[in-house]
């Protein structure tokens, strides 16, 4: 491609609404334009990164036997009434009525269609598995659509849906899935980590989302030192402390702790460390038989935080996780929040595992103001149900005993899903069985966020200079910068003719013939971030040699024009295929 | 691709639905399947050929030197109101409110879009000319949806717009964009024309569709006998009758029509051909300056149809085109519709080119259940105004002079359109010129129906077997079916090498090694209209033969089987590429 004959769009000024580094770069390079609030037009140079993770994808989905579909994006009302989600799924669906009033949405995803699409389709378990995928655009109306691609309402997704006649089959798609995602994000040079993710709430058996290590990322993820243990905050077990709890060496007290409402305040009002104090907080239960739910106490060390997921996932507490009110928990325990504890409490008390190991602890006497220091399980307080509550924090022992925690941030580029019978048996998705009955399909759903890959990688490549794309989604492979080609025929004949030739070898190159100053197109050149960069210069024509820079290298060298193409054949990881 | 791994979804039985072959055959060879009215589902077999065909369309613009991008689905209606379109367009645009309550439109087309693009990044004619386009899901409400994909609601399509400083360089890019058009159906195998258009609602100064020929177009396109002449039936121009008006040679005369109120009945109750008898319509006048809207009189000879553009585009007639109700007529000329003529008519007349050339003609007395014979013009009725104001007929003469015209049935596939400052101005839409003076952008528009291209290729190209497909966008371009291989261990072996050997030839091979019957899979494979197909039986690996037979062949040949490769490149079209 010749830079005179295309869009190059780059701006100097960092954009002042762009909060992270990939949003700032992508607008600075002329990758991206904002049309709305999570509505971005890409321009030729982003497009053409974007088409190249796309083909990644393809290309492996693919290799995996998985089949291409391609689904409408506007769904009728009526298969998501079906599954129920019509009226589940909130704001982020994006409604519509068409010309005769009927209901439709804009697709966030696309298990209905497939599964009526599937239930119409097959009918034997001859025909499975089978696994199909589209890469397509889809909306989520975020309330908050924030960086960029990052996080946008329209966006390009690839999604697959696997279907099979029993778990041990979804089993062996779902490893098959989890391997080419791992050679997705390897080609795509990422620097990423598959990690167990919490699967509750829709009742399947196994979750991994896939993550891009990047300290912008929304979501923090956990990994052994040790193993290959990892998981999301949300699931990632915190064990129970080693050994038996030590044996009580204080009685129990009443104290007075006036206007000290936080664990903070009382831990320093009584001068322990947070973690001596019990942190007890109250949550609405699960419906009983009669329809009434109580309330439930959470029991947690002072210096940890609750895990609302795995709070949620205990079949007592009730679902979503509801904090009780200031007003019922003055009517149940008779004091305001500060001062409750589980000594005498009325309640049923689940305890933290690590809170359950405590010792001569303090925790509020369910009387406004006052604490009780010197408690002890056993017996101060019954400690009939211990689970795991909290969060893990750095340093905890690894689940799998294996080293200890580290927690980084993530963001999530793929995510792949056991939804077992949540669709089919909803929509009576069946096939014959080897023995000629009836059996309602196992599905595996297996999504990645194509366009949020191409900020990913942004944020992890880049300096101060622009982006540092890798050669495989690079826009362009090699830049080849003419100086002064306007005024010297023999440049730009040289530069032509250099063009022609990586280019006949295969290689994506960009020709920046454009009739501006050095500065400005080696600027541009580093901000879009291209790979490798040849300059055709007069004083390098007079000694027959070019100049080479990697866009990570520190130093430029000078290579013998015949040379070009050896040279960037060896630099470039093509080599190595 | 191996036919048992892969959704080869064919069905017996023509759907009762589906009214035209592309559409029948598109779910018979397990293409497409409906999810809603004008919503379809591509299957892997169709998405293969739709995918080729982008790639064509891709391949081409990108010759012309079109960018690539991506604009949004979803459009915010600010755009649109400052087009003026967000009023003006219909039923069509699918209107929605994000969670916000902002309105939004599902875009049918993106003019608005790409102009604000453009009007942000483009500043100086020296970025002119640039030509933009997109391959992208598009959404238009059809009030009725048909045909499958020929018409559906959603849909894929290659929009380009392209921005230019003047109209000499917007003609440069039209005329590019025409032959890439051209380029474009060439490959896909399209018998095809491009016909003038009518460019006058939007103002435009030219406009060409490329029209698909097939008997169930919905569009009339004519042409000419003898030269390149070709025009939509809107567009297409009556040329008036050769030579001067013969002499009166009858008196004019009332005489009485009772109850004869077409031209049909009054030509059979005169024993007087339509083509004597003058069609008298009277319709709105454009408002005058104080806001008075008349009626005009519109004479056509009996055996022509008005075409509504042409009468429409006349500065004096209102548009849209409006008849003249039953009480205005009354009002106006004191009869009902089936009496009127032009003789001492109040109202201005315009008569058609041909219906000037009539001699001793009837026409309605303007006078209830009266008409008038013998009347000639200048005569009897002045002729001040004489209009081409009629569709053409087949044998009229072409309007180059060269031949007569013809007509047929086309499927509009492309069009083309000089835009001219429509939106450009609206949008103040401007770069700086070579003065350094603001100049307000000319614009170009250039649509491919991409998803209709699959089934138009199929109107032209099938059998009462099924469909037949060009190779370059066969979903595969070979099949081999294997007779018995699940019985036969040497068939199997030598239809998996014959398979490994073309694919790496390059070719699209489907290896049809599914246990089913001989008749089965030789039913599929020609349903599915695969190009060529080769046969591994005991029997042919017994003489070291394969069976081939070309989709169009009437007969079946034994070639050896070292030959198959060279068989089927010399078989194949790429053989000439």
Redesign the interface.
Same mark, same amino acid.
Do not use: C, K
């Given at each position: 491609m010749r830079a005179s004959?295309? /869009?190059i &769009?780059t701006q100097k000024e960092t954009p002042a609404d762009a909060e992270i580094i990939s949003h700032q770069m992508m607008l600075r390079a002329g990758m991206i @334009?904002k /049309? &709305?609030s999570g509505?971005?037009?890409? %321009?030729?140079m982003g /497009?053409r990164v %974007?088409r190249k993770v796309e083909r990644i994808v393809r290309e492996e989905m693919d290799k995996s #036997?998985a089949? !291409? =579909? %391609?689904?409408?994006? =506007?769904?009728?009302a009526e298969l998501w009434q079906e599954s129920g989600r019509w009226e589940q799924y909130g #704001? !982020?669906l %994006? @409604?519509?009525?068409? @010309?005769h009033g009927r209901d439709?949405c804009?697709g966030p995803t696309h298990e209905e =269609?497939i599964t009526? /699409?599937i239930r119409? !389709?097959l009918k034997s378990y001859k025909e499975l598995p &089978?696994n199909?995928y589209q890469i397509q655009?889809k909306?989520r109306?975020e309330?908050r659509p924030r960086f960029g691609v990052m996080r946008a309402? !329209?966006f390009i997704m690839k999604d697959a849906y696997s279907f099979h006649v029993n778990a041990e089959s979804l089993n062996d798609t779902y490893q098959v899935m989890h391997r080419t995602y791992c050679a997705i994000f390897d080609r795509l040079g990422l620097d990423y980590r598959p990690v167990e993710a919490d699967s509750g709430a829709i009742g399947g058996s196994a979750s991994h989302e896939f993550h891009v290590l990047a300290s912008s990322g929304e979501d923090a993820i956990v990994f052994s030192t040790d193993s290959d243990y990892a998981a999301n905050i949300e699931k990632a077990e915190a064990v129970a402390p080693a050994g038996d709890r030590s044996s009580p060496s204080e009685e129990m007290a009443e104290v007075a702790t006036p206007e000290q409402r936080t664990i903070e305040a009382v831990a320093t009002f009584l001068n322990v460390d947070a973690s001596r104090c019990a942190k007890t907080l109250l949550v609405k239960a699960e419906e009983d038989d009669n329809g009434h739910s109580g309330l439930i106490a959470l029991i947690l060390r002072g210096d940890h935080t609750l895990n609302e997921i795995k709070a949620e996932n205990l079949p007592d507490v009730a679902e979503p996780l509801t904090m009780a009110t200031d007003e019922e928990i003055e009517q149940v325990v008779g004091c305001k929040a500060g001062s409750i504890g589980p000594v005498n409490l009325t309640v049923p008390v689940i305890v933290d595992r690590s809170a359950a190991h405590m010792v001569d602890f303090v925790c509020g006497a369910n009387k406004e103001g006052h604490h009780l220091t010197g408690v002890n399980w056993e017996r101060d307080v019954a400690l009939s149900r211990v689970e795991d509550l909290r969060d893990v924090v750095e340093g905890d022992p690894s689940p799998d005993g294996k080293g200890t925690l580290e927690i980084r941030r993530g963001i999530e580029v793929g995510h792949i899903f056991k939804l077992g019978n949540k669709y089919s048996k909803a929509m009576n998705a069946t096939v014959l069985d080897e023995n000629g009955k009836s059996a309602t399909l196992e599905m595996g759903c297996y999504g990645i966020g194509v366009s949020r890959i191409v900020a990913s990688s942004i944020e992890q490549n880049h300096d101060d200079k622009g982006i540092i794309w890798p050669d495989a989604i690079a826009p362009f492979e090699v830049a080849i910068v003419t100086l002064n080609g306007h005024k010297s025929p023999s440049v730009m004949a040289a530069g032509e003719k250099l063009y022609e030739q990586l280019r006949q070898a295969g290689f994506d190159v960009l020709l920046d013939d454009r009739n501006e100053r050095p500065g400005v197109k080696f600027a541009d050149m580093e901000l879009i971030g291209i790979p490798h960069r040849f300059v055709v210069s007069e004083r390098g024509l007079t000694a027959e040699t070019l100049e080479y820079k990697g866009r990570r290298d520190e130093d430029k060298q000078d290579i013998p024009l015949a040379e070009a193409l050896p040279f960037l054949i060896s630099a470039s990881p093509r080599n190595g295929l």
């Open positions: 004959r295309y /869009l &769009a @334009r /049309l &709305a509505l971005y037009s890409w %321009l030729p /497009l %974007l #036997g089949q !291409e =579909v %391609l689904m409408p994006a =506007v769904q009728p #704001g !982020e %994006l @409604r519509m009525n068409d @010309r439709f804009f =269609v009526d /699409l119409n !389709e &089978a199909f655009t909306f109306d309330r309402r !329209e």
